[in-house]
């Protein structure tokens, strides 16, 4: 074997179309090659004919590292004339767009390189750079770039029928600006199916019904038409924006968000109550504040001792009865998610939802509101007893995007906080052939 093809193998610039001529070390730890390219494209962009040959460019772009070392190809790159006098160009250089894109710093294949070590290593961003030799943002931009293209790989959509829309706050700003939240979408159907975890399919900012169609409107039809169900939050937006873009989808209100709005109502009712008896917020040793967690805890999950205060934490006053009808009616609602037999539990629950949603006697306030925006709602909540689809993993994905974000960036730009997202969470690892 010719040294340079043995150099051309080890240093695997052969696949790249391009041979090694001459190579040296820098006082910066950097290994640089100098290649001459093969077989390169001689013809005029513009009118397609072989160029005269004038002279080359030194391009020099970052590769791959080299045992350990970050490397920087230096691309003898040819330069033409088109001799061709009906066609203007003049002065071309050889296309080597394959290797490395149009004004690139850093060739194709070590892009691809870092947005692996970054998903399938874990590595982090500064880790990555130090390996390539180049700079945190230049690192960061390209890999964002890379998870776009690989997060819209053709069939990375594919099989979903059940479909998590939920939102949160990704920049805890003060207010509820729109601009502080992202609406997730995950597919549910492994889920759903039993087969795996939830996956992240994308983000978009804000929370809004034109959030969620606007996403919806951008996928392809077999997309919409494969889609069954879409699980949300009580956001009525959402509700919109599917019953707009999707024909065959039913909307299902997600059984965390129902207990979760229960509950509130029951604190709601449980301060008021606690104010008018004891004329001040809670404080240790008012009843009502002494039970305010196992309040909110399943019945089923307290202990002996945790029940017996409970009880006498609800029977200190007269006036508790309103806390104690609304927690009864609490309890309730979770054992209707709790059933076993998903029929008895959605019959359980339209008994629930029917009882409370009007003539609620007075002074249960929260009980009242409750009872009527459930009702509003009632098609979402009993449709979960047929499908069976919840949420739940979505919250688990927001967690981990939660802690995502409590580490080291702060994330000021949205899109670099969806695309690291994607990376974590978004299980690109199958589709990195897209790169
Ligand atoms: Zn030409």
Same mark, same amino acid.
């Given at each position: 074997?010719?040294?340079?093809?043995?150099?051309?193998?080890?240093?695997? $610039?052969?696949?790249?179309?391009? #041979?090694? $001529?001459?190579?040296?070390?820098?006082?910066?730890?950097?290994?640089?090659?100098?290649?001459?390219?093969?077989?390169?494209?001689?013809?005029?962009?513009?009118?397609?004919? +072989?160029?005269?040959?004038?002279? !080359?460019?030194? &391009?020099?772009?970052?590769?791959?590292?080299?045992?350990? !070392?970050?490397?920087?190809?230096?691309? &003898?790159?040819?330069?033409?004339?088109?001799?061709?006098?009906?066609?203007?160009?003049?002065?071309?250089?050889?296309?080597?767009?394959?290797?490395?894109?149009?004004?690139?710093?850093? $060739?194709? *294949?070590?892009?691809?390189?870092?947005?692996?070590?970054?998903?399938?290593?874990?590595?982090?961003?500064?880790?990555?750079?130090?390996?390539?030799?180049?700079?945190?943002?230049?690192?960061?931009?390209?890999?964002?770039?890379?998870? *776009?293209?690989?997060?819209? @790989?053709?069939? &990375?959509?594919?099989?979903?029928?059940?479909?998590?829309?939920?939102?949160?706050?990704?920049?805890?700003?003060?207010?509820?600006?729109?601009?502080?939240?992202?609406?997730?979408?995950?597919?549910?159907?492994?889920?759903?199916?039993?087969?795996? /975890? %939830? *996956?992240?399919?994308?983000?978009?900012?804000?929370? /809004?019904? @034109?959030?969620?169609?606007?996403?919806?409107?951008?996928?392809?039809?077999?997309?919409?038409? =494969?889609? =069954?169900?879409?699980?949300?939050?009580?956001?009525?937006?959402?509700?919109?924006?599917?019953?707009?873009?999707?024909?065959?989808?039913? %909307?299902?209100?997600?059984?965390?968000?129902?207990?979760?709005?229960?509950?509130?109502?029951?604190?709601?009712?449980?301060?008021?109550?606690?104010?008018? #008896?004891?004329?001040?917020?809670?404080?240790?040793?008012?009843?009502?504040?002494?039970?305010?967690?196992?309040?909110?805890?399943?019945? %089923?999950?307290?202990?002996?001792?945790?029940?017996? *205060?409970?009880?006498?934490?609800?029977? %200190?006053?007269?006036?508790?009865?309103?806390?104690?009808?609304?927690? @009864?009616?609490?309890?309730?609602?979770?054992? +209707?998610?709790?059933?076993?037999?998903?029929?008895?539990?959605?019959?359980?629950?339209?008994?629930?939802?029917?009882?409370?949603?009007?003539?609620?006697? /007075?002074?249960?306030?929260?009980?009242?509101?409750?009872? =009527? /925006?459930?009702? +509003?709602?009632?098609?979402?909540?009993?449709?979960?007893?047929?499908?069976?689809?919840?949420?739940?993993?979505?919250?688990?994905?927001?967690?981990?995007?939660?802690?995502?974000?409590?580490?080291?960036?702060?994330?000021?730009?949205?899109?670099?906080?969806?695309?690291?997202?994607?990376?974590?969470?978004?299980?690109?690892?199958? !589709?990195?052939?897209?790169?």
């Amino acid at each position: 074997m010719q040294r340079s093809a043995i150099a051309d193998t080890i240093c695997r $610039t052969i696949e790249l179309g391009v #041979t090694i $001529t001459d190579a040296a070390l820098d006082g910066e730890d950097r290994t640089h090659l100098f290649c001459e390219v093969l077989a390169p494209k001689s013809s005029c962009p513009r009118c397609e004919r +072989a160029g005269r040959l004038r002279d !080359h460019v030194d &391009r020099e772009v970052a590769d791959l590292p080299i045992v350990g !070392h970050p490397t920087r190809l230096h691309l &003898r790159v040819p330069r033409y004339a088109c001799e061709n006098g009906a066609c203007g160009q003049g002065i071309f250089r050889a296309d080597i767009s394959a290797i490395v894109a149009p004004r690139a710093a850093v $060739t194709r *294949r070590t892009i691809a390189w870092i947005l692996r070590r970054m998903i399938l290593d874990k590595m982090s961003v500064s880790a990555v750079a130090a390996s390539v030799g180049l700079g945190w943002n230049t690192v960061n931009a390209l890999a964002l770039q890379a998870a *776009r293209t690989v997060a819209s @790989a053709p069939g &990375r959509l594919d099989g979903v029928r059940v479909l998590g829309v939920d939102e949160h706050k990704w920049k805890h700003v003060r207010g509820n600006g729109d601009s502080s939240f992202v609406t997730v979408l995950v597919d549910l159907t492994p889920i759903v199916d039993g087969t795996g /975890s %939830a *996956r992240l399919l994308d983000m978009v900012g804000g929370r /809004s019904k @034109a959030a969620l169609k606007d996403w919806l409107d951008a996928r392809d039809d077999s997309f919409r038409d =494969r889609i =069954r169900v879409v699980t949300m939050d009580g956001f009525t937006g959402y509700r919109t924006a599917t019953a707009e873009a999707l024909d065959k989808a039913r %909307a299902v209100m997600d059984p965390f968000h129902v207990v979760h709005l229960a509950a509130e109502k029951l604190t709601v009712c449980r301060q008021r109550v606690q104010h008018d #008896t004891c004329g001040h917020r809670g404080r240790t040793g008012d009843p009502l504040y002494g039970i305010r967690r196992p309040l909110l805890t399943r019945i %089923a999950l307290l202990t002996d001792k945790q029940k017996a *205060r409970l009880r006498s934490g609800l029977e %200190a006053h007269e006036e508790h009865v309103a806390v104690s009808v609304t927690y @009864a009616i609490y309890q309730e609602l979770i054992n +209707a998610y709790g059933q076993e037999n998903k029929r008895d539990g959605k019959i359980a629950m339209y008994k629930l939802l029917k009882r409370i949603h009007t003539g609620v006697p /007075s002074g249960l306030a929260e009980l009242a509101q409750l009872g =009527r /925006s459930l009702w +509003a709602r009632r098609a979402e909540i009993l449709a979960y007893f047929d499908t069976g689809a919840s949420n739940g993993p979505v919250e688990a994905i927001n967690g981990r995007l939660e802690h995502l974000r409590g580490i080291a960036l702060g994330f000021r730009n949205l899109n670099h906080y969806i695309l690291r997202s994607l990376i974590h969470s978004g299980g690109l690892a199958q !589709h990195l052939d897209a790169l």
